[in-house]
């Protein structure tokens, strides 16, 4: 337990103090501009609008900046600024499918409707650190326009070799749970585990997954596809009378399709896990779709043996502001508790050095008898 | 008050959508110019200051299953009541995503003016149709940068096979 403490302001000041001088580095050197970290540090940014739960790649910039680049840190801000900010309302649930995607991939079908496009990717990079930093020319290449990129999951779903998204009759469009104005209460539904997962560490998500694929809640994954795009964001305001589009917001998507399931009713189909996150975040929506599929398995009738398809140890322990608030609050002053621990550890060890000592001088009288 | 139903000014709304598209993308100093070269300006009231606030993003499972929340993004809106030059009290709003108070500001604006009948093909004309034409040149140029990366994977069949 923390008990207040009083005094320090002036040490805290110029802690902080210290703290801005550290981050400055070399006064002749020029700040980094907000502007700069948002275009050239692009993924770090997504990283914090994702994980922030919060999308504004300039704020994300501005937060990472103030942090000393310390993501975590970076994250809290802008959780903590969104606390200020009132809601006006939810946007037309995203078509994701909408807008042309700038990547979009497939590992399981080589030729699909509109074609596999790299986009800024990288993979088949060398991974070789190089000195200085070129931008080659993307070549005009007369392509012919962008063809139509329907889901590849959609394509499958045709012949219903893999499980549909919603149920054939009797689909409601159901509202979601929303994590940040209700208590957290498991058991889920999926549609309020992926809001967290969504909103969840991308280390903790991506070992999670990582630990399905090594045996641990295998589930034999396939990327059925990835999409790197904008999607156009659409808002029904009162006031207007009908949905209108309010701007554009860059996602990635992952729709995973693992292994099939069936049973007596119902033939075999693929089985799927989906990821969606805020920006150029494709570690992460590939490692929300290993979990999602992973904590299904109560669903498809799945032993539970695996930390990955434990609902509530995945999804309590996702969010790194609650998890670095937990631990990194260990360092605050704990020093009542910690003298009654003391107070409490030396009694102890004065009980255990009596018994001790009377335990020794019972023994050397045994001794003294010739007994053992 | 006014109403400011798109329909209550006779426009229909995919008009109305389509500015708003083109003015939410538009960036905020592309507005400021075309609002500084706007010849008879009408005088404009703040019913609502810009104001900044969030969505709730949502999503569908697997594409297009359930929804679900995907996190928040920043918004700000502004309504503006214009009159004068001929213009009888009309109020347009706008919704923009991100922390852009002034761009806000001016899409509201050239929502209103958009909705007075005798200033909407001048709106058109002058505002919606030029900034649309840019953005479409930006939408085509990064497709085509984006299309350069079309992949053709050869599998290479085993030699036993």
């Keep these: ?16 103090a210290l703290l801005a001088k550290r981050g400055r580095g070399e006064v002749d050197a020029p700040r980094i501009d907000y502007a700069q970290m948002r275009d050239q540090m692009g993924v770090l940014v997504s990283r914090v609008m994702a994980e922030g739960s919060l999308y504004d790649p300039d704020l994300a910039a501005k937060a990472l900046l103030q942090a000393q680049g310390d993501v975590l840190e970076a994250v809290t801000l802008l959780r903590s600024y969104r606390t200020t900010l009132p809601r006006f309302g939810l946007t037309v649930a995203v078509d994701t499918a909408g807008l042309p995607s700038e990547r979009r991939v497939s590992a399981t079908f080589k030729d699909i409707p509109g074609g596999q496009q790299l986009g800024a990717t990288f993979d088949y990079t060398h ?30 779903g045709v012949d219903a070799l893999i499980e549909a998204d919603k149920p054939a009759e009797g689909w409601n469009d159901p509202d979601p749970g929303d994590l940040t104005r209700e208590p ?16 969840g560490d991308e280390g903790f998500l991506l070992s999670l997954g990582y630990s399905t694929q090594r045996g641990f809640g295998n589930n034999h994954p396939f990327v059925g596809e ?32 693992n292994q099939f ?31 999602d599929r992973a904590l299904r398995s109560e669903e498809f009738g799945e032993r539970i043996v695996s930390p990955a398809q434990d ?50 001088r019972m023994s050397a009288g045994k001794d003294q008898n010739g007994e053992n | ?54 969505v709730m993003v949502q999503g569908r499972i697997g594409g297009t299953g359930d929804r679900f929340n995907l996190g928040e993004a920043t918004i700000t809106r502004a309504t503006v009541l214009l009159s004068g030059i001929g213009i009888e009290d009309v109020i347009g709003t706008s919704y923009v995503l991100g922390s852009h108070p002034e761009h806000a500001g001016l899409a509201a ?53």
């Design chain 1, 1 to 16: 337990m923390y008990v207040a403490v009083k005094g320090g302001e002036k040490a805290i000041a110029n802690a902080h």
């Design chain 1, 127 to 156: 991974r070789l650190l190089t000195d200085e930093l070129g931008t080659p020319e993307v070549p005009n290449l007369e392509m012919p326009p962008s063809a139509a990129m329907p889901r590849v999951t959609d394509l499958l």
């Design chain 1, 184 to 199: 957290t209460t498991f058991p889920m539904s999926r549609a309020e585990r992926l809001q967290a997962l969504n909103r």
């Design chain 1, 226 to 257: 990835v999409r790197v795009g904008e999607v156009e964001i659409e808002f029904d305001a009162p006031e207007i009378g009908h949905a209108v589009p309010i701007g554009r917001i860059e996602m990635t998507e992952c729709q995973m399709v």
């Design chain 1, 261 to 291: 399931v069936g049973n007596t009713e119902q033939a075999p189909q693929f089985t799927r896990g989906y990821g969606l996150v805020f920006g150029r975040g494709e570690r992460k929506a590939m490692s929300m779709s290993l979990v």
């Design chain 1, 311 to 360: 609902e509530e140890f995945v999804i309590a322990h996702s969010d790194n502001v609650q998890a670095t608030g937990f631990v990194e609050h260990l360092k605050l002053p704990h020093y009542v508790d910690f003298q009654a621990e003391l107070g409490l550890i030396r009694s102890l060890r004065r009980e255990f050095e009596t018994r001790h000592a009377a335990d020794a």
């Design chain 2, 1 to 54: 008050m006014t109403a400011q139903e798109s329909a209550a000014y006779g426009l229909a709304p995919d008009e109305r959508r389509r500015a708003a598209r083109v003015l939410s993308g538009a960036t905020q100093a592309d507005l400021e110019m075309l609002w500084s070269d706007w010849k008879e300006q009408p005088e404009v009231t703040y019913l609502r200051a810009p104001e900044a606030g969030l």
């Design chain 2, 109 to 161: 604006i050239f929502d209103a003016l958009l909705l007075a009948p005798e200033q909407r093909a001048r709106v058109l004309a002058e505002v919606i149709e030029p900034l649309e034409r840019g953005q479409k040149e930006r939408d085509t140029s990064a497709q085509a940068d984006a299309r350069s990366t079309v992949v053709d994977f050869f599998t290479v069949a085993r030699e036993n096979e």
